[in-house]
């Protein structure tokens, strides 16, 4: 059995070498250069001692096989948090920041067995009724009009004014939204992910916003995820409808948002990948697979904790443990380097594996890839407006996301704005005059992004 002591000194700047003892996966360092973490980490075999937040310990896998022994042993490693030791001893304060992402809820990400399989079942069902043409059709429709508010500027933060409005507009489009209960779940969802208002304020506000919806569609039931949810044989309670959206748009924003503002940074920094769907340049769908394999935007998470005591790797973890799934770490496995070449594209833990794997990894794919591609169409000449050594990237143990994506490129007339692609021309002919101009220089407010998002397609 592996003993969890340090073998070298953790990376520069690493709060470790006061400490001595678990390796910190909060603040700036290791927002920096995850990597170099991931390396040290390594030292302690398929396992090390982590702290997600002062005062949260854990243990994170960073080894791929390690990473899959677990994922698929459900029996001995379960994802209800009820069982995490820390927690019921109280050693994990209550007000902890990490603590949303990990507490206990009743949906399919927190439960096992059989109650597992009747929330997922009823998941992924409802999810089944996408049709992937409608749903590239609303991509494409979403992504021209947030380009069409920053176009003839020549200028836009790609992360905060495109890549992380997208999946919010388009999720509210697979959920039946109405604009009102549109803007309140923008409103409330971003508050919840980025602190821009109390996160108890913002927690109302979606839960109010998802009542609402529910209520809306008891009354008219559409083609849509909720109303496909809401009929499934699973029978779900307005409570249980509510935590299963709240699941959905937690997974289907903060890091399709990544997802996609990654790529757009690989696009632009990465000599391998400039040029993107241009001649001389990868697909983007490559682009979009490197970074699931190499910079994936959950990071590390997957919590999850043994039954009782068991060795996992050579390294004891303990019942009710808290142990996390490094999906960066194990990706980039140095034991994987020479398999790398021969394993399917799809053989990354990005989208995690086993009973609790992402049913919507395809959507997911889909919406990345043409949020970039139909930007890549529409600002051709795109490119980083900052020195790429000044971007930074948010802290924080589970994702690796930038805090902005700085871009430059030749404004674009209002009447070439206005034409549409061939696939959303089914719809109305927009004008110039038809845009809504939700501030002067036309870039979109979150708090009526959805009605003003719905005024320019229908008008």
């Not at 927002?31 to 991931?38: K, L, R, V």
């Not at 990990?102 to 009823?122: C, I, S």
């Not at 927690?203 to 009542?211: R, V, Y």
Request: hydrophobic fraction near 40%; aromatic fraction near 6%; charged fraction near 20%.
């Amino acid at each position: 059995m592996n003993n969890q002591s340090a073998f070298t000194e953790p990376p520069p700047g690493c709060p470790a070498h006061n400490s001595g003892r678990r390796i910190p996966m909060y603040g700036p360092e290791f927002a920096a250069d995850p990597q170099a973490f991931y390396t040290h980490m390594r030292q302690y075999g398929p396992t090390a001692p982590v702290e997600l937040a002062p005062g949260v310990d854990a243990t994170l896998v960073t080894d791929y096989s390690a990473a899959l022994q677990l994922l698929q042993n459900p029996d001995t490693f379960r994802k209800d948090s009820r069982r995490w030791r820390d927690l019921n001893e109280g050693k994990v304060a209550p007000n902890n920041p990490v603590l949303p992402m990990l507490a206990y809820r009743p949906n399919a990400l927190f439960t096992d067995g059989a109650e597992h399989m009747r929330l997922r079942q009823a998941v992924t069902d409802s999810l089944a009724g996408v049709d992937a043409h409608w749903l590239s059709r609303q991509v494409e429709r979403v992504s021209s009009y947030l380009i069409s508010q920053f176009s003839a500027l020549g200028e836009a933060d790609l992360l905060n004014d495109y890549a992380k409005m997208l999946p919010l507009l388009v999720f509210n489009e697979l959920f039946g939204c109405s604009p009102s209960i549109g803007d309140r779940l923008v409103i409330g969802t971003s508050g919840i992910f980025d602190a821009s208002m109390d996160a108890e304020k913002a927690n109302e506000e979606l839960t109010q916003a998802l009542i609402e919806l529910i209520a809306l569609k008891r009354r008219q039931p559409g083609d849509d995820v909720t109303s496909r949810l809401m009929a499934h044989p699973a029978k779900l309670t307005d409570e249980e409808m509510i935590h299963q959206l709240v699941m959905l748009i937690s997974a289907g924003t903060e890091p399709q948002r990544n997802l996609i503002a990654n790529g757009l940074y690989l696009l632009l920094c990465d000599e391998k990948h400039a040029g993107g769907s241009q001649a001389g340049g990868l697909l983007v769908e490559d682009v979009i697979d490197d970074v699931l394999w190499n910079s994936p935007p959950m990071a590390n998470y997957a919590p999850h904790y043994p039954v009782c005591d068991v060795e996992l790797g050579g390294n004891l973890l303990r019942a009710g443990d808290l142990v996390l799934i490094s999906f960066a770490g194990a990706n980039t496995d140095p034991a994987l380097s020479s398999s790398r070449q021969i394993l399917s594209k799809r053989a990354h833990l990005a989208w995690s594996a086993g009973p609790h794997a992402c049913p919507a990894k395809d959507s997911g794919q889909l919406i990345a890839v043409g949020a970039i591609e139909n930007l890549l169409n529409q600002l051709p000449d795109v490119e980083l407006a900052v020195p790429m050594e000044s971007l930074q990237w948010r802290p924080g143990p589970f994702h690796r996301a930038l805090t902005s994506l700085p871009a430059r490129f030749a404004p674009v007339r209002a009447q070439q704005t206005a034409m549409m692609s061939p696939a959303a021309q089914t719809g109305p002919v927009v004008t110039p005059a038809a845009i809504p101009q939700t501030r002067p220089q036309g870039k979109v407010q979150k708090s009526s992004a959805w009605s003003s998002f719905l005024a320019w397609w229908k008008s």
